[in-house]
């Protein structure tokens, strides 16, 4: 198949792809259930080697935060599927695609409740959508976007 078309610039990138590749801590986790890349997980039902999506505003506090899933460019899907080893970085810097509008070097908070449209858990903010999301300590936005829009998290959660 011959190329008919190109851009004339690239895409910032994918959600869940890694920014920069220097200084980087990325663990492996088995998953509890189905997750997409570039969403923050917190520790799962087995806390060693377990992660999960957060689903209460206790989930989300420093002992049990393990940090975001990061795509796997060898899979056909976008995501992981229950039990499968998932890549999460715990420091270095990730892309994401966030909900509302953000600023580089403000809070990240991270949606632990669900709400309509697009509002899934484990997805990012500016702010705690009334008590919907909570803040998460260890990460700030680099880059400033748009709702929907890709943007760079830049994270260190070594717990």
């Known amino acids: 198949m011959l190329q008919t078309s190109y851009s004339e610039s690239m895409p910032i990138g994918i959600e869940g792809a890694l920014n920069r590749f220097e200084d980087v801590l990325v663990d492996s986790k088995f998953a509890d259930v189905d997750m997409p890349a570039g969403r923050f997980v917190v520790r799962g039902a087995d806390v060693n080697v377990g992660c999960k999506l957060p689903t209460a505003s206790t989930d989300l506090v420093l002992a049990k935060n393990l940090g975001i899933t990061v795509l796997n460019q060898s899979s056909e899907i976008d995501g992981y599927k ?62 400033s976007a748009g709702a929907g829009e890709l943007t760079i998290i830049q994270i260190n959660i070594e717990a």
């Open 82 to 143: 229950s039990l499968d080893v998932v890549s999460v970085i715990k420091k270095g810097e990730i892309m994401v695609t966030v909900e509302d509008a953000v600023t580089a070097g403000a809070d990240v908070y991270v949606r632990h409740t669900a709400g309509a449209g697009a509002l899934t858990v484990g997805r990012f903010r500016s702010d705690a959508d009334t008590n919907k999301a909570v803040k998460v300590d260890g990460c700030r936005f680099l880059k």
